[in-house]
């Protein structure tokens, strides 16, 4: 029998439970940190040590942590159907819990990029990037991620992928950034749709929307049961 596909749009609170922080909300990691500073290429381009100090230090953090109990299960779930995570999160914990299928809309973390060739992509040793670390080119690298003001080049992929899905799930993303907040669009109406969140936000318009108002791992083991006996 073929598997069921459920296609998984994931944001920053799938990572909450393993010590990493949301972004928006109190105390969250745009708390205290002015975004287009740190997350833009005007930022980039006005202070580029700032920036690669501010994901010197998200990547630091991100060593330092592990994947939770929602990813672990998200890895398990591929024994009973084909699972696609859409993450909107640049670290790699969907891949350490042993996830095979993880589309990265937003970057990721441990690669860097060449300044002047979107094309040459590195894999990151450890976690500092600094100024006057270049490509192959001679240009400075930049961190592999998609800032505020740039287009999001998995975007399509990410779109075809949504219109696949047999269940699709949306776990820990306040769904306030776009364009990843309209792939739930592409997902055919009557397809069953859950949101996994403690605090889930405002969603309108999603038809057949079922919501799991947990934490990520909790909300996961939730829905396995839901789907098992439905
Ligand atoms: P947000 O910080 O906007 O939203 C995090 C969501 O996670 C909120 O809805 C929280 O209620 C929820 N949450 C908190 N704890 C949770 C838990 N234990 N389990 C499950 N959910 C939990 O993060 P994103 O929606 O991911 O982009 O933000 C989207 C994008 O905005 C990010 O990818 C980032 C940011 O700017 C870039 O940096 C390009």
Known sequence: MTKKKIVVL???????????????????????????????PEGWEANPKVVLEFYNQRRKNAHEVKPNQGHLLLAEMEKDYDIQIITQNVDNLHERAGSSNVLHLHGELFKVRSTVDDSLVYELDGWELNW?????LGSQLRPNIVWFGEAVPLISTAFTIAKTADIFVIIGTSMA?????????????????????PDIPPVYGINNLHKIEMGAGEGLAELIEILRSS
């Not at 006057?132 to 192959?136: A, F, L, N, Q, R």
Request: hydrophobic share 40%.
């Open 177 to 197: 950034v776009y364009p990843a907040a309209s792939i739930v669009d592409y997902v055919a109406h009557q397809i069953p749709k859950y949101i996994i969140d």
């Open 10 to 40: 994931s944001g920053a609170g799938m990572s909450a439970e393993s010590g990493i922080q949301t972004f928006r909300g109190a105390g969250g990691l745009w708390n205290g940190h002015d975004v287009m500073e740190v997350a833009s």
């Open 132 to 136: 006057g670390d270049k490509c192959e």
